[in-house]
């Protein structure tokens, strides 16, 4: 069965305190990975998607990879802006017009 | 930001009566989609459509019914509503599957609460 976890779910940080969250699934066959950022009473937002292991992505203060059973999310010097719930998504090659969520990871950074 | 807009953005119910809920998209993008988010559960997919009047079911569609006449609209039914069904819902669209461009984009939910 497809699914995602994350962990974990939820983390305070510092402002300029670094970390890392992790999402790990399991699918047949990967198709695509997908991070979002959602703020209080909105939409995700969409961040980064992810295809192939060993391939990372950069934005600001984030960086996502990839490997075969996971991705985190890292977070660098992160500012209290960047508090938000992130969400990891994965896309399975067989049903490739399906999506399944993790439960996201609630981050508060404060100042 | 992706051209996507719901309504109403927040509606109370009550239990036993219909309610009707719309998303407009001006990207003219192919697929769209209805999701719930519940607290534990994350975004679970509802229906979805790759085409007008093309739809299909998802994980959770039971009580739940869609329509799409135009491909800038996507609405979800419920027949009649049930206590269960309080939860924010959000529409998202993609430009295609099983391309590079499969990202989906989402508006900014509606909160329905059924009484």
């Known amino acids: 069965e497809d699914q995602v976890t994350q962990s974990p779910e939820a983390l305070r940080l510092q402002e300029g305190e670094s970390s890392s969250l992790n999402c790990s699934y399991t699918?047949?066959?990967?198709?695509?990975l997908f991070w979002y950022r959602q703020d209080p009473g909105k939409g995700p937002e969409f961040l980064f998607t992810l295809y192939s292991a060993g391939e990372e992505k950069e934005k600001e203060r984030l960086k996502a990879t990839l490997t075969k059973k996971e991705s985190f999310l890292h977070i660098t010097a992160p500012k209290p802006e960047d508090s938000a719930t992130y969400l990891c998504a994965v896309q399975a090659r067989r049903i490739f017009n399906k999506f399944y969520f993790g439960s996201g990871t609630k981050l508060n950074v404060k100042p | 930001d992706a051209g996507i807009t719901q309504s109403p953005r927040h509606k109370v119910t009550e239990t036993g009566t219909p309610v009707t809920l719309r998303c407009h998209q001006t990207e003219n993008h192919r697929y769209m989609y209805w999701y719930r988010q519940d607290p534990g559960h994350g975004l679970r997919l509802i229906h979805y459509?790759?085409?007008?009047?093309?739809?299909d079911k998802g994980e959770v569609s039971d009580g739940y019914s869609v329509s799409r006449s135009k491909t800038e609209d996507f609405l979800l039914t419920l027949e009649s509503a049930t206590s269960s069904q309080t939860s924010v819902y959000f529409c998202a669209i993609s430009e295609s599957v099983g391309g590079s461009t499969d990202t989906q984009y989402f508006g900014p939910g509606t909160r329905l609460t059924v009484l």
């Open positions: 459509s790759y085409g007008v009047k093309d739809t």
């Open positions: 699918v047949s066959g990967l198709r695509g």
